[in-house]
């Protein structure tokens, strides 16, 4: 039992069962017993591993898609670049390297870096020693007045969920309870109708389950209205599909799925990303969105295979077969190259980020 289980137990024998974003948002982020705020979630010794930390080639692309960007909208002389998440910081520093040649960029560049978590901020601090990056906890408090261009690899994966089961008479909230013994444990509320899915009765029947992220359509509002206003652009990366359907909340520790009620701020939450959701929350807020496109398309566009040749010529043994090992992981379509997908937003009367379709 954590010292959260037992924090949560109490809370729900006081004032009653809690959505799963309620349940989601304390084992993240609680400011003592969270995961992001408590344990060294990522890495080979961590409980997961992402692109940026298997190879710098990611990084490297990336800062390149946003520098070509950037050229693309005139190199303006002022902007934010955004991460959001940024985790230990690996991406964001590779971006940096990668674009150090390009005549301009770093000179117009302000680094802004969306991070919840203190430990985290301090990883990301140690990983930018040359950099003066501002932290936000929050996509609402970047700037307003410059182009802001924003890179979120899983970031939208760890935003709070709610999941919602058709029923004949409405929807029922998956809601967290306390069992019989008094553990925590998934629960139903009644049905009632939610004026919010209403768009959902055609493509669903009674008994489907769907899972709406507030969380993330707010943040997607944020960035939307700055790219439509002052230009930029955003690359979201992550794994999910077009359109919530299923149940896909889960809990990983060590690299292995385990059961999301069992540890709670001891494993790291998350579920797949509606796509859909995030590109009608960036049109409605009167910014364009791309097509949304497989990562191992998206890196071969930008030239990783170029890229991963150029690297492997100083490499041999060991150190080469796991450069090969990564640039496969990356982009396989049994690895990680169909799962994650990538979604760009960008100025209507712009086009669209390399390596995206309009
Ligand atoms: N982008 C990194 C890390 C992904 S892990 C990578 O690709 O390696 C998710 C990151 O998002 C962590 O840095 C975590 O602390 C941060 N995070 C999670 N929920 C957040 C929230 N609600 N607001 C801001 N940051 C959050």
Redo the contacts with the bound molecule.
């Keep these: 039992m954590t010292a959260l289980a037992d924090l949560l137990r109490k809370q729900i024998k006081a004032t009653g069962p809690m959505t799963l974003a309620q349940y989601m948002s304390a084992c993240?982020?609680h400011p003592k017993h969270g995961y992001?705020t408590t344990q060294d979630?990522?890495g080979v010794d961590g409980d997961f591993t992402?692109?940026?930390?298997i190879s710098q080639m990611f990084g490297e692309l990336i800062g390149l898609c946003l520098a070509q960007s950037w050229m693309d909208q005139d190199a303006p002389d002022r902007f934010a670049l955004v991460e959001?998440?940024?985790?230990?910081g690996?991406?964001i520093a590779d971006v940096m390297r990668a674009t150090l040649q390009v005549p301009g960029f770093h000179a117009a560049a302000e680094l802004h870096l969306?991070?919840?978590?203190n430990r985290?901020r301090a990883l990301q601090a140690a990983a930018l020693p040359a950099h003066d990056p501002t932290w936000h906890d929050s996509a609402e408090t970047l700037p307003e007045d410059i182009p802001v261009y924003v890179v979120a690899?899983?970031?939208f994966d760890?935003?709070p969920i709610r999941q919602f089961q058709r029923d004949p008479k409405g929807w029922r909230e998956v809601m967290v309870g306390l069992s019989e013994d008094g553990g925590l444990q998934r629960g139903l509320s009644d049905p009632a109708p939610i004026n919010a899915l209403n768009s959902r009765l055609d493509d669903t029947v009674p008994g489907a389950l769907i899972e709406t992220c507030a969380?993330a359509t707010a943040v997607v509002d944020a960035l939307a209205r700055r790219i439509a206003a002052n230009g930029g652009m955003a690359l979201f990366i992550d794994y999910g599909g077009w359109l919530s359907d299923g149940d896909t909340f889960q809990a990983v520790r060590a690299h292995r799925p385990v059961d999301p009620f069992a540890e709670p701020g001891r494993a790291d939450l998350t579920a797949h990303v509606d796509f859909e959701a995030l590109a009608r929350a960036a049109l409605i807020a009167g910014c364009a969105a791309s097509q949304l496109t497989n990562q191992g398309v998206f890196l071969e566009r930008l030239g990783i295979t170029p890229r991963a040749q150029s690297l492997a010529k100083s490499l041999n043994g060991d150190a080469l077969d796991a450069h090969v090992a990564a640039h496969r992981r990356l982009t396989h379509p049994d690895e990680m190259g169909s799962l994650f997908k990538v979604l760009g937003l960008y100025p209507v009367d712009e086009s669209p980020p390399p390596g995206l379709d309009p």
Excluded: D, I, Q
């Design positions: 993240l982020l992001y979630a990522l992402t692109a940026p930390e959001l998440g940024p985790g230990r690996t991406l969306v991070e919840a978590s985290m690899n899983e970031f760890a935003l969380h």
